[in-house]
């Protein structure tokens, strides 16, 4: 694209004339208040993160360039709208960070990471001065013009439990009202999960776009009448409005996961023929008695506040259904989903002691004085403090702990969607596959590879493994083994799916007419294979947030696909295959910069050496009696964390204790070369 005008041309001098000075006012703070002594802001793997007392000049910037995004950033590359979450997501408490999530609801886009730490680490007139222009050369380089007529940017807002987060999101505001109502509105959606944010700022998108495609012709009609312009503001302002709000978030998901078990609830009150579509669809399966609740571990944080709403919704779903029909009874007595919510904001500071991170890393249930002992002999889950990570997890009888970490959800959610594809006919014209990263365990790629599953390795990171599964299939299922990911569906897929549907259901109604009238009643039921497959697809696409992976709706993705494999048990799921004891460690070097990676981080290229000894150690440990088999099974890895000030190592082997051996020499060789 031809780049036509400059930033400084779209953003007005006296913009940038009044951040500067704004910012010069309150700058980053320094250690000891000595301006030497600087502390340098990354943006890490996902945004600004730290102590939250260190960040109320980047909350304040975070909040400016959030409003730059949304104001002069063309549309089609995410402006329009924008948002900032405040969270520090699996980090303690004290901690808080800044996110910034584009017009298309997306995390924002790598290529202005290194405008943004210009931003928020200048000190000077003169640094600011060059930040900006750092933006004008990266940032707007695909920007025309801005045209005169479009209603003012959104910035929507949101942040999660943390003390921290009213104060920071009040900076983050008067950062985006530099530059002016008219030019940036401020929508505060208060307590929210992350992806909830990602959504309402996805939903404002797609609610202007759909706007103007059905309001086009009458808009042009209309053009150059000024009253007849503002009422057409007004119509979108409120299509907008309504379709970014919480209601609407929850109704989408939850209207997906009713229609995604919908066909097992006919199943059970149309007797005889569900057993025909049970036998036909998806195989015997003996002793489906039905799930027992999920208790979901809330971390402490937002996804306790959010889930409660989704469960209240439920039930005026729930009420409202047996009002309006006549099978009363069996609406009102059957529980579309249960939930036990467990560790919320009132139970103690967030993540300690629980949630996803707490689980995955320490393969143990959440350790809080209010949940200690209620998980036991549970079917339980695990969200992080901003809800976007999940894993599920039971205790044994015998106290022997069970997880279901991100590989396994891939495994479920790609399994599944394959299984429809096949069904209704589409596995030749759509490509599937699942994207990971090198915390995959060896077990999980080895059976993806048995069953002919294509794999990607991507770096850490939801914004590399995201990216991985949209270059490289039709429908992308992407998961880190600590539990952040989603399914992927192109825009063409999502097309061929419906354009399916509406083909089936025209087909359906031709034959019908032909039908006999005594064989009508019997084919209106029984609903044809292809069908209901391309209906489960839909209700699938539905279930799922399309902005971003979200516990929330992978909870009910899960929920919903269990039930609909006849009640699947935790027990089975986690059968599937049998993960390699795996040992991950941190260790504090002086700089942990020194390390390079390639090869999707499964190997080092930087401080030299340091590979080849790491190599060494694995060889050592596979001895003479090993067959290729177990030789092939160890392996380690190291890499600096992009949130923490470490080095992480990674070791899996055939048995724990060469693990933990393991384990101990690689990170003797990390002190040893960094
Ligand atoms: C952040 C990332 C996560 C990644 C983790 C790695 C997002 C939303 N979150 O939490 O994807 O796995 O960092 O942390 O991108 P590390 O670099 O410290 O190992
Ligand atoms: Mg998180």
Redesign the pocket.
Request: charged share 25%; proline share 3%.
């Given at each position: 694209m031809e780049k036509t005008t400059t930033f400084a041309a779209l953003l007005p001098l006296e913009t940038r004339r009044k951040f500067i000075r704004l910012c010069l006012l309150s700058p980053p703070p320094t250690k000891d208040d000595d301006d030497e002594n600087s502390i340098f802001f990354s943006y890490?793997?996902?945004?600004f993160r730290c102590n939250h007392a260190l960040l109320d000049a980047v909350a304040f910037r975070c909040g400016f360039i959030a409003g730059c995004v949304a104001a002069y950033e063309d549309e089609e590359e995410g402006g329009g709208a924008s948002g900032i979450c405040v969270t520090a997501?699996?980090n303690e408490a004290s901690d808080n960070g800044l996110?910034i999530v584009d017009g298309r609801g997306h995390?924002l886009s790598e290529r202005y990471e290194s405008a943004c730490e210009l931003v928020c680490n200048a000190r000077t007139e003169e640094a600011l001065e060059k930040a900006l222009d750092a933006f004008e050369e990266k940032v707007f380089a695909f920007k025309k013009e801005r045209e005169k007529s479009r209603e003012a940017a959104v910035v929507y807002f949101g942040r999660d439990t943390r003390e921290s987060g009213e104060r920071l999101v009040e900076r983050a505001k008067e950062g985006a009202r530099v530059l002016g109502e008219d030019v940036v509105k401020i929508c505060d959606r208060g307590v929210v999960t992350?992806p909830m944010l990602h959504y309402f700022v996805y939903a404002h998108g797609k609610a202007v776009e759909a706007f103007y495609e059905e309001e086009e012709e009458e808009k042009q009609k209309k053009e150059g009448r000024e009253e007849e312009m503002d009422a057409i503001a007004e119509r979108l302002r409120v299509k907008v409005d309504a379709a970014t709000q919480e209601l609407a978030y929850f109704k989408r998901m939850a209207i997906g996961y009713l229609s995604l078990i919908e066909e097992d609830e006919e199943k059970k009150s149309h007797g005889t023929d569900g057993d025909f579509r049970k036998n036909v669809v998806e195989g015997l399966r003996a002793n489906a008695t039905g799930l027992p609740p999920l208790h979901v571990d809330c971390a402490n944080g937002v996804g306790f506040v959010a889930f409660e709403k989704l469960m209240a919704l439920f039930d005026v779903i729930r009420e409202s259904s047996s009002t309006n029909t006549s099978h009363a009874t069996t609406t009102t007595t059957r529980k579309e989903i249960a939930l036990v919510l467990k560790n919320g904001p009132s139970d103690g500071p967030v993540n300690l002691n629980c949630g996803s991170d707490f689980v995955q890393k320490n393969q143990r249930a959440p350790d809080t004085s209010s949940s200690r002992l209620s998980f036991v002999n549970q079917r339980c889950a695990s969200v992080d403090g901003d809800c976007?990570?999940l894993v599920y997890f039971s205790i044994e009888e015998g106290g022997n702990f069970l997880l279901c970490d991100g590989d396994k959800l891939s495994i479920l959610i790609a399994f599944f969607l394959i299984e429809q594809l096949f069904l209704a006919g589409l596995a030749h014209k759509i490509s599937l596959g699942i994207a990971h990263?090198a915390?995959s365990n060896g077990a999980f790629t080895k059976f993806c590879e048995k069953n002919g599953v294509e794999t990607v390795c991507a770096k850490?990171?939801?914004?590399?493994?995201h990216k991985a599964a949209e270059e490289n299939f039709d429908i992308g299922v992407y998961f880190?083994s600590?539990g952040?990911g989603t399914a992927l569906f192109s825009e063409e897929t999502v097309e061929l799916i419906e354009k399916e549907l509406v083909d089936e259901l025209t087909r359906m109604s031709v034959e019908q007419q032909l039908k006999k009238e005594e064989e009508k009643s019997l084919q209106s039921v029984i609903l044809t294979t292809k069908l209901k497959a391309l209906l489960t697809l839909k209700a699938t696409i539905q279930t799922i947030n399309p902005a971003?992976?979200d516990a929330i709706s992978s909870v009910l993705l899960i929920e919903g696909i269990l039930r609909k494999k006849g009640n699947m048990p935790f027990q089975e799921w986690h059968a599937m295959y049998r993960d390699l004891p795996t040992k991950q460690t941190k260790v504090k070097v002086r700089d942990r910069t020194v390390i390079e990676c390639f090869d999707s981080e499964r190997k080092c290229s930087k401080p030299e050496g340091l590979q080849q000894r790491i190599d060494e150690i694995i060889d050592s440990f596979s001895s003479a009696n090993d067959d290729n088999n177990n030789k092939n099974m160890n392996r380690a890895f190291v890499?600096?964390?992009?949130?923490?000030d470490?080095v992480?190592v990674y070791v899996e082997a055939s048995d724990a204790a060469t693990c933990e051996a393991i384990a101990k020499k690689v990170e003797d060789a990390v002190v040893e070369f960094c």
């Open positions: 890490g793997t996902a945004g997501s699996h996110k995390v992350t976007d990570r990263t915390y850490t990171g939801v914004k590399n493994v880190e600590n952040h971003v992976g890499r600096p964390s992009g949130t923490e470490i992480r």
